[in-house]
């Protein structure tokens, strides 16, 4: 995979990182738990960016 294309995904996931951290901010509330969606959301973005 190219450099366009990885750096395209991972802009491409920065859209659900900021509006849904937002969304489970709302429903939980807490830091923590955006902090984990975020770290998750980045985990999923760099396993299909190393494939």
Excluded: C, W
Excluded at 17 to 33: K, N, P, R
Excluded at 37 to 49: D, K, M, P, T
């Amino acid at each position: 995979m190219d450099i366009p294309r990885k750096l395209g995904i991972l802009i491409y996931t920065a859209v659900p990182a900021i509006v849904g951290g937002g969304i489970v901010y709302h429903f939980f509330g807490s830091f923590l738990q955006v902090i984990i969606f975020e770290i998750l959301l980045a985990l999923a973005a760099f396993g299909v960016i190393r494939n």
